[in-house]
């Protein structure tokens, strides 16, 4: 192998995980910043390390306002585990994001959305799950009860990233 050769393998192989890394900071870059009431579950894992495993209210089909999806017969709907669907959110004056209704077809018409997997019982966002700097895990397990916000970034196609954790507005 020619050093040209291996020049060029060398900048393939930046490109590409360049690429990866901008993909994910690109919607942090053009998405919309939207608060989601959480819980914290499971603070530490031996192979994992420090991180915090979140529900979200959202997460659940037992709310009011889904009008796609009948909760009295999701249960039994197996068909439709895995496939995705799209929450329509609203924010409120503080900027806390609920579920308006749910889709299993894109959204075309401007309105914030957040695209999920549907479950069993719930949808999973692809944030579920934040890692946080090592020792902090049994601190923030100790905040259970009380307002813990997750600040995530929505892009135009639904895909969301954790931004931080708050609690009262502050970033923990």
């Not at 040209?4 to 995980?17: A, F, G, S």
């Not at 959110?89 to 209704?101: M, Y």
């Amino acid at each position: 192998m020619n050093r040209i050769q291996l020049i060029t393998i060398n900048v393939i192989w930046l490109l590409c995980i360049g690429g990866l890394l901008i993909y994910k900071q690109m919607i942090f870059w053009t998405g919309t910043e939207i608060l989601l009431k959480t819980a914290p579950v499971d603070p530490w894992d031996i192979f994992r390390g420090n991180y915090v495993t979140l529900n979200y209210e959202i997460s659940t089909f037992e709310q009011p306002n889904f009008n796609t999806f009948n909760p009295n017969v999701i249960d039994q709907d197996y068909k439709d585990i895995g496939k995705t669907v799209y929450l329509i959110l609203e924010t409120d004056t503080k900027g806390v994001a609920s579920a308006k209704s749910m889709t299993m077809t894109k959204p075309v018409n401007g309105e914030l959305f957040i695209r999920g997997k549907k479950q069993y019982r719930q949808i999973e966002f692809g944030i579920e799950s934040y890692f946080v700097p090592e020792g902090r895990g049994k601190e923030i397990e100790k905040l259970r009860g009380q307002d813990l916000m997750v600040r995530a970034v929505v892009d135009k196609d639904g895909k969301a990233v954790i931004k931080n954790l708050e609690i009262e507005g502050q970033k923990i």
